[in-house]
């Protein structure tokens, strides 16, 4: 195995989580609520509700951001060896998952984890195992 020097970025990576945490911590402090985004999108699915409109600010900001980044500095290049089927069918799974496991990465892995939450913890070990099991079986196993 090999470190690619060139894409090593930790400190950028650092920064990143430092921000992530960052939000998460204000989005409770002055919300009361986790920043899970499929809790988010998912309280916009069910109706009706009178917490609309912070809901689709959250999710119009995760849209914005990026392209505001864009204005600033180039975006780098989105890269996927996966066709767009594989693409549709990996989105699917991961929301039945996060049905599933009443919540996702940010909401477990960030939010619940940091409350010392034990139901967090098992879910992301779940997904991170699955995860590592997936990428060893298809980079080692089936290649």
């Avoid at 919300?31 to 009178?50: E, F, H, Q, T, V």
Wanted: glycine share 16%; hydrophobic share 55%; charged share 10%.
């Amino acid at each position: 195995m090999e470190i690619d020097w060139a894409h090593f970025t930790p400190w950028t990576s650092l920064a990143g989580g430092v921000l992530i945490g960052l939000a998460a911590a204000l989005f409770v402090l002055f919300n009361g609520r986790i920043a899970g985004i499929s809790g988010i999108l998912g309280g916009l699915l069910s109706w009706p509700k009178g917490d609309t409109t912070w809901r689709l600010a959250f999710l119009a900001g995760l849209v914005a951001a990026p392209l505001a980044y864009g204005l600033a500095l180039p975006l780098p290049e989105v890269q996927s060896d996966a066709g767009t089927a594989v693409l549709v069918v990996a989105g699917l799974l991961v929301g039945v998952g996060t049905r599933y496991g009443a919540g996702c990465t940010s909401g477990h892995g960030v939010c619940g984890l940091s409350r010392l939450s034990p139901r967090s913890l098992v879910a992301t070990l779940a997904f991170m195992g699955a995860g590592f099991g997936t990428v060893f079986v298809l980079r080692h196993l089936l290649a």
